[in-house]
Structure formats: structure tokens, C-alpha cells
């Protein structure tokens, strides 16, 4: 089974920084892609930034400039540098990562979650 695992969610003042970071663990035989979504109360969730195996990188337009996503291959980690943050980056911040994992049955393509890390950007 795998597992992703978020950290790094604060309450911060508007302009601050903080970093997030997700780590993946299990069965892993290789990660396609890693990314950050958020969902904001009464929203829903939305692609924040993704992080393809090649190192390709995407973000949503309201994050681009700001936030920057980075992964450590090797570790399968994967962490999201946010700075100037405004209050409408308040979230729950979750990691996903496409994945091909290995079991008894073989190998197969999974898409798992983390469990999320609040995210207040408040003065």
C-alpha cells in the first residue's frame, strides 16, 4: 500500500513564505508525476502545481510567480515553495502523485492522496 504523507501547513501573514513537503512511501516501482492541489472551503479542488518525472513543471495561473514545486527523485518527495502569500491561498493543501506501485498481483497504476495540510493565510 502507499502512502503520501503532507507537512508544513501554518498559519502565516499575508506576504510570508512556507514551504510544504509530501513524501511518498510502499510498494513504489516508479512516479510519473507529483503534484499539489488545494481546496478552499465551499470549493472545489484545484491543480496548484505538478512536477512531471522529466522535471517538466505547470501551475495554475494565481500561483505562478509565487510558488515553485520541486522533487527529490530519489526520495520520493516532493515539496511546494510558497512566498508571497495572499489570503486567498487559504487551504487544505493536498499532495497526489501518479504512480505505478507493485504487489503480489503484479504492477499497477495508482493515483493516491495525502491527507492534507491547512494552510491560513491571515493577519
Known amino acids: 500500500q502507499v502512502q503520501l504523507v503532507e507537512s508544513g501547513g501554518d498559519l502565516v501573514q499575508p506576504g510570508g513564505s512556507l514551504r510544504l513537503s509530501c513524501a511518498a512511501s510502499?510498494?513504489?516501482?516508479?512516479?510519473?508525476?507529483m503534484s499539489w492541489y488545494r481546496q478552499a472551503p465551499g470549493k472545489q479542488r484545484e491543480l496548484v502545481a505538478i512536477?512531471?518525472?522529466?522535471?517538466?513543471?505547470n501551475y495554475a495561473d494565481s500561483v505562478k510567480g509565487r510558488f515553485t514545486i520541486s522533487r527529490d527523485k530519489f526520495k520520493n518527495t516532493v515539496d511546494l515553495q510558497m512566498n508571497s502569500l495572499k489570503p486567498e491561498d487559504t487551504a487544505v493543501y493536498y499532495c497526489?502523485?501518479?504512480?505505478?506501485?507493485?504487489?503480489?498481483?503484479?504492477?499497477?497504476?495508482?493515483?493516491?492522496w495525502g491527507q492534507g495540510t491547512q494552510v491560513t493565510v491571515s493577519s
Open positions: 510502499g510498494s513504489i516501482v516508479s512516479i510519473n508525476a
Open positions: 512536477i512531471t518525472s522529466g522535471g517538466i513543471t
Open positions: 497526489n502523485a501518479d504512480l505505478i506501485t507493485r504487489s503480489m498481483y503484479g504492477t499497477s497504476q495508482q493515483r493516491p
